[in-house]
């Protein structure tokens, strides 16, 4: 699979594609991550657009579970998401994301809306986070279902690498269709 | 047109393989929308559903909480 990454509003910059680990085939639950650099700047880029992403197995084990087999009231929905500058790319395997940034206006947050569209199979979350200070070559994202570190990593999507300044912004979207 | 594309919509029996002709999609039919959101306003979290047709390529809705709406 493809997608259009790295595809600045200013027609000098350059176009990359990188194609990295892509979502599990037999994946039942599919999520598409837009990242933005600077969203309705003057500055802006369009970092990664609709990419496909894998869902962890810890992820399918919680879905499962929120589906089939807890017999008390559900969890909460893995609706938080998280950045990272590691470089090691997203694996099924993974039960954190490596090297989680926990600092810097970048640390995980509740996505600051969670809508789902009824009569479809798809729900959006999305986050614009606001640099505090200095990050380089972010690249990984992930959804968790708590605020603060640990919990159960459903998600994880890499992208084009971005470093960010003091006030820079990175707006964050996951598009995930179940069904 | 059949629902064996990635982006489904059971309503209107209509799916499609990209998020561009899914948000184009959106902006043509009314859809109920329901969820949990920051006010654009004020950032204040408020529970929600709204019903209409997203313009603009959006794909999903600004929302205001009541007392910013009143305002």
Request: hydrophobic share 30%.
């Given at each position: 699979?493809?997608?259009?990454?790295?595809?600045?509003?200013?027609?000098?910059?350059?176009?990359?594609?990188?194609?990295?680990?892509?979502?599990?085939?037999?994946?039942?639950?599919?999520?598409?991550?837009?990242i933005?650099k600077?969203?309705?700047?003057?500055?802006?880029?369009?970092?990664?657009?609709?990419?496909?992403?894998?869902?962890?197995?810890?992820?399918?084990?919680?879905?499962?579970?929120?589906?089939?087999?807890?017999?008390?009231?559900?969890?909460?929905?893995?609706?938080f998401i998280a950045l990272t500058s590691d470089s090691t790319?997203?694996?099924?395997?993974?039960?954190t994301l490596p090297s989680e940034i926990t600092t810097g206006g970048l640390e995980r947050a509740?996505?600051?809306?969670?809508?789902?569209?009824?009569?479809?199979?798809?729900?959006?979350?999305?986050k614009t986070f606001t640099s505090t200070g200095t990050h380089t070559a972010v690249q990984m994202s992930g959804t968790f279902?708590?605020l603060s570190v640990g919990?159960?990593i459903?998600?994880e999507s890499v992208f084009?690498s971005v470093s960010l300044a003091s006030?820079d912004t990175l707006?964050v979207?996951?598009?995930?269709?179940?069904? | 047109?059949?629902?064996?594309?990635?982006?489904?919509?059971?309503?209107?029996?209509?799916?499609?393989?990209?998020?561009?002709?899914?948000?184009?999609?959106?902006?043509?039919?009314?859809?109920?929308?329901?969820?949990?959101?920051?006010?654009?306003?004020?950032?204040?979290?408020?529970?929600?559903?709204?019903?209409?047709?997203?313009?603009?390529?959006?794909?999903?809705?600004?929302?205001?909480?009541?007392?910013?709406?009143?305002?």
């Amino acid at each position: 699979m493809s997608c259009d990454e790295h595809t600045a509003i200013d027609e000098s910059a350059s176009v990359e594609v990188i194609n990295r680990k892509t979502v599990n085939d037999n994946s039942i639950i599919h999520g598409y991550v837009t990242i933005v650099k600077n969203q309705g700047m003057a500055d802006e880029q369009i970092i990664c657009q609709d990419k496909p992403n894998l869902l962890t197995d810890d992820g399918r084990d919680y879905a499962i579970a929120q589906f089939y087999t807890n017999t008390g009231a559900g969890g909460v929905g893995m609706n938080f998401i998280a950045l990272t500058s590691d470089s090691t790319g997203a694996d099924a395997g993974d039960s954190t994301l490596p090297s989680e940034i926990t600092t810097g206006g970048l640390e995980r947050a509740l996505a600051t809306t969670i809508t789902h569209s009824t009569g479809t199979n798809s729900t959006v979350l999305a986050k614009t986070f606001t640099s505090t200070g200095t990050h380089t070559a972010v690249q990984m994202s992930g959804t968790f279902n708590q605020l603060s570190v640990g919990g159960v990593i459903g998600h994880e999507s890499v992208f084009t690498s971005v470093s960010l300044a003091s006030s820079d912004t990175l707006t964050v979207t996951w598009t995930l269709t179940l069904g | 047109m059949g629902l064996g594309k990635t982006y489904k919509d059971f309503e209107n029996d209509f799916s499609c393989d990209t998020l561009a002709e899914w948000n184009e999609h959106l902006g043509t039919v009314t859809k109920t929308y329901v969820g949990n959101s920051e006010c654009v306003t004020c950032g204040d979290r408020v529970e929600f559903e709204w019903t209409g047709k997203l313009k603009n390529g959006k794909g999903y809705p600004d929302i205001l909480c009541e007392v910013c709406k009143a305002q």
